[in-house]
């Protein structure tokens, strides 16, 4: 179907952001919005289209790249949280630890990461996005040989601080790092990519787990915590692949250097230039704070008493960071062999076993939202995850309770564990878990960007600390069955969330983003915004 405006597409060199499903195929935006300069017109089929075609492919190639290299500290929290799982059984046993210090080794890392996440917002702004991924790594590198080492248990929690600290860089860097060099088209696809490399890296930590459990207690906890160092390691060879971002350039006065980078993550030249006037114009707009308040303000000041513009933006990056964490997903990956053990499987290598079925589905969940979150959209997608997830925290919590009072047979109940657990999960990944760092990373302004994701990866880390340092308290107060059903009952608060203060942000750029709150140019530029979507409809 020739869409309306074709013609105008083949004016500017036919280059778009979403361009031809190429490399990878599931890139390809298929959602509702597609831009006019998105499309290649068939006018273009002879050698020059040829040409056009191979540059995308190109540019795609590269962004995915980039995109990976970024998200390998990603790994790290995910290998982090999955190992811990089973370490914390063994390191009970070596050192010695009571209840109330495994709640504190394991629930510490998010609140220790929050001080990473809250440095990292201004170490990117004064560093670079790409420096601040490299800075990670090596912090994270230095706290994980000391945990590995670690003859005691205040030596550990060193370690810890140190491996938090380079965690909270890592995740807050890498979503802002590769929104910022993507396509709009493909955003939510490669934005998405830490979500799925913290999915491997939890994978991997559960097998680590179950490959390790078999040496003795005083060497397979230590050994699992010292392959957590290899993935940063990869690090050093990534930062020589990949670009700085083109919007920090740009913040900076290095005009020329961002034209050079924007040139390899677009498809033509005409692209290029127009999304360097595009990233200029809201650098400028940045700069004099065009409607948001007073230019002299600094961002932390602007972020502590916000326009009503930021803080509607405020209300959504912040607010969907929380329900991500608030509904129990890290409780039950950290503490899934204890939820197996109340469900009635008993042995050490069959509760590691199960946890390694719940990392298969984590990380299999996440590669679908990746192929789905461009074509079908943010928001359709959040409202199946929050509504799954609500449903399979409601079964697990009555299957648990039916078991606990022998309503059910014990092989019923381990299968309705197994498979709730599962299923929560399941729609996490598919939803919340990587939209919410896609979304947090696209809705603010420029000039606030870093450190408002890092304000909501604070959130995040936060509400993650909370969860699993008073999951085994709120579990001898209320029972396991009792923590799962107020798990659900929150989520049920999420699906409203989403509903009243997410909007749809697929297809669109960054720079048009800040129109859906009210931001960046006046109402009759968003008038023309919201006119043109509704044209390109298919």
């Given at each position: 179907?020739?869409l309306?405006?074709?013609?105008?597409?083949?004016?500017?060199?036919?280059g778009?952001?979403?361009?031809?499903?190429?490399?990878?195929?599931?890139?390809?935006?298929?959602?509702?919005?597609?831009?006019?300069?998105?499309?290649?017109?068939?006018?273009q089929?002879?050698?020059?289209?040829g040409?056009?075609?191979?540059?995308?492919?190109?540019?795609?190639?590269?962004?995915?790249a980039?995109?990976?290299?970024?998200?390998l500290n990603?790994?790290?929290?995910?290998?982090?949280?999955?190992?811990?799982?089973?370490?914390?059984?063994?390191?009970?046993?070596?050192?010695?630890?009571?209840?109330?210090?495994?709640?504190?080794?394991?629930?510490?890392?998010s609140?220790?990461?929050?001080?990473?996440?809250?440095?990292?917002?201004?170490?990117?702004?004064?560093?670079?996005?790409?420096?601040?991924?490299?800075?990670?790594?090596?912090?994270?590198?230095?706290?994980?040989?000391?945990?590995?080492?670690?003859?005691?248990?205040?030596?550990?929690m060193?370690?810890?601080?140190l491996?938090?600290?380079?965690?909270?860089?890592?995740?807050?860097?890498?979503?802002?790092?590769?929104?910022?060099?993507?396509?709009?088209?493909?955003?939510?696809?490669?934005?998405s990519?830490?979500?799925?490399?913290?999915?491997?890296?939890?994978?991997?930590?559960?097998?680590?787990?179950?490959?390790?459990?078999?040496?003795?207690?005083?060497?397979?906890?230590?050994?699992m915590?010292?392959?957590?160092?290899?993935?940063?390691?990869?690090?050093?060879?990534?930062?020589?692949?990949i670009?700085?971002?083109?919007?920090?350039?740009?913040?900076?006065?290095?005009?020329?250097?961002?034209?050079?980078?924007?040139?390899?993550?677009?498809?033509?030249?005409?692209?290029?230039?127009?999304r360097?006037?595009?990233?200029?114009?809201?650098?400028?707009?940045?700069?004099?704070?065009?409607?948001?308040?007073?230019?002299?303000?600094?961002?932390?000041?602007?972020?502590?008493?916000?326009?009503?513009?930021?803080?509607?933006?405020l209300?959504?990056?912040?607010?969907?960071?929380?329900?991500?964490?608030?509904?129990g997903?890290?409780?039950?990956?950290?503490?899934?062999?204890?939820?197996?053990?109340?469900?009635?499987?008993?042995?050490?290598?069959?509760?590691?076993?199960?946890?390694?079925?719940?990392?298969?589905?984590?990380?299999?969940?996440?590669?679908?939202?990746?192929?789905?979150?461009?074509?079908?959209?943010?928001?359709?997608?959040?409202?199946?995850?929050?509504?799954?997830?609500?449903?399979?925290?409601?079964?697990l919590?009555?299957?648990?309770?039916?078991?606990?009072?022998?309503?059910?047979?014990?092989?019923?109940?381990?299968?309705?564990?197994?498979?709730?657990?599962?299923?929560?999960?399941?729609?996490f990944?598919?939803g919340?878990?990587?939209?919410?760092?896609?979304?947090s990373?696209?809705?603010?302004?420029?000039?606030?960007?870093?450190?408002?994701?890092?304000?909501?990866?604070?959130?995040?880390?936060?509400?993650?600390?909370?969860?699993?340092?008073?999951?085994?308290?709120?579990?001898?107060?209320?029972?396991?069955?009792?923590?799962?059903?107020?798990?659900?009952?929150i989520?049920?608060?999420?699906?409203l969330?989403?509903?009243?203060?997410?909007?749809?942000?697929?297809?669109?750029?960054?720079?048009?983003?800040?129109?859906?709150?009210?931001?960046?140019?006046?109402?009759?530029?968003?008038?023309?915004?919201?006119?043109?979507?509704?044209?390109?409809?298919?």
């Amino acid at each position: 179907m020739m869409l309306p405006s074709a013609e105008l597409s083949s004016s500017n060199g036919g280059g778009g952001a979403s361009g031809l499903p190429t490399l990878p195929d599931f890139l390809g935006r298929k959602n509702k919005y597609v831009r006019m300069d998105d499309v290649l017109p068939p006018e273009q089929e002879g050698e020059d289209g040829g040409v056009l075609v191979r540059e995308r492919q190109s540019s795609r190639r590269y962004i995915f790249a980039c995109s990976v290299f970024a998200s390998l500290n990603s790994v790290l929290l995910g290998y982090d949280v999955g190992v811990m799982s089973g370490c914390i059984l063994f390191i009970q046993r070596d050192l010695h630890i009571n209840e109330v210090q495994q709640e504190v080794l394991v629930g510490c890392l998010s609140f220790i990461s929050l001080l990473g996440s809250l440095a990292g917002g201004r170490t990117s702004d004064a560093m670079g996005r790409k420096w601040t991924i490299g800075l990670a790594a090596v912090v994270f590198q230095a706290g994980a040989a000391v945990m590995t080492l670690a003859p005691s248990f205040r030596v550990l929690m060193v370690g810890r601080l140190l491996a938090g600290i380079g965690i909270g860089f890592g995740v807050m860097i890498a979503p802002v790092y590769i929104a910022e060099i993507s396509p709009a088209g493909s955003r939510g696809s490669f934005t998405s990519f830490p979500e799925i490399f913290i999915n491997l890296g939890i994978l991997l930590g559960y097998i680590s787990n179950y490959a390790f459990s078999g040496l003795p207690d005083h060497i397979n906890w230590r050994v699992m915590l010292a392959v957590g160092i290899l993935p940063s390691v990869s690090i050093a060879f990534a930062l020589l692949v990949i670009p700085e971002s083109p919007r920090w350039l740009v913040m900076q006065g290095r005009a020329d250097e961002a034209r050079a980078v924007l040139l390899r993550v677009t498809d033509t030249e005409d692209e290029a230039k127009e999304r360097l006037a595009e990233i200029e114009a809201a650098a400028a707009a940045a700069a004099s704070n065009g409607n948001y308040g007073d230019r002299n303000k600094t961002v932390w000041q602007e972020l502590s008493r916000p326009s009503p513009v930021i803080a509607r933006m405020l209300v959504t990056g912040v607010g969907i960071q929380c329900f991500q964490q608030i509904t129990g997903i890290d409780a039950l990956v950290y503490y899934s062999p204890t939820i197996f053990r109340d469900a009635g499987i008993t042995t050490e290598r069959q509760l590691l076993a199960a946890t390694v079925a719940v990392g298969f589905f984590k990380t299999a969940f996440i590669a679908l939202a990746i192929v789905l979150i461009d074509r079908v959209g943010r928001k359709p997608l959040l409202y199946v995850s929050t509504v799954g997830m609500t449903a399979c925290l409601a079964a697990l919590s009555a299957a648990l309770f039916l078991q606990a009072r022998g309503s059910v047979s014990r092989g019923a109940g381990v299968g309705v564990a197994i498979l709730t657990v599962c299923g929560d999960v399941a729609f996490f990944s598919v939803g919340i878990g990587p939209i919410c760092w896609v979304v947090s990373s696209e809705i603010f302004p420029l000039r606030l960007r870093s450190q408002a994701a890092a304000l909501g990866a604070v959130a995040n880390r936060v509400t993650s600390g909370a969860v699993a340092m008073s999951f085994l308290s709120i579990c001898r107060a209320i029972s396991v069955s009792g923590a799962f059903a107020a798990f659900a009952a929150i989520s049920a608060l999420s699906v409203l969330f989403v509903h009243k203060f997410v909007p749809e942000t697929s297809g669109k750029t960054l720079e048009q983003i800040e129109s859906l709150f009210g931001g960046g140019s006046g109402g009759e530029d968003r008038r023309e915004l919201e006119l043109g979507d509704v044209e390109q409809l298919v």
